[in-house]
């Protein structure tokens, strides 16, 4: 599959990064799928299904399986 974009692409990948929900902010994994992240592994085990926009600037937002927002900071972007 081609992918175009007209910023920088994550490949597709787990990555480090910083997530915010409404709870707060927290360290946790993430899975990158065609330039969107589609899953937040949580530290201390679990998961959480995320629908977002294509990652812009590092910075995905969107909302989590609950339908509420959350903000992701892909962390070592290119």
């Not at 990064?17 to 994994?29: C, H, K, L, P, Q």
Request: glycine share 8%; aromatic share 12%.
């Amino acid at each position: 599959m081609l992918l175009f974009c007209n910023f920088a692409c994550a490949e597709d990948g787990n990555y480090d990064a910083f997530v915010t929900t409404n709870d707060g902010t927290y360290s946790a994994s993430v899975v990158v799928e065609s330039n969107k992240v589609t899953i937040v592994r949580w530290p201390q085990g679990g998961f959480t299904l995320v629908s977002t926009e294509e990652i812009v600037a590092g910075v995905a937002k969107g909302t989590d399986s609950d339908g509420n927002p959350i903000s992701i900071e892909v962390q070592e972007f290119f």
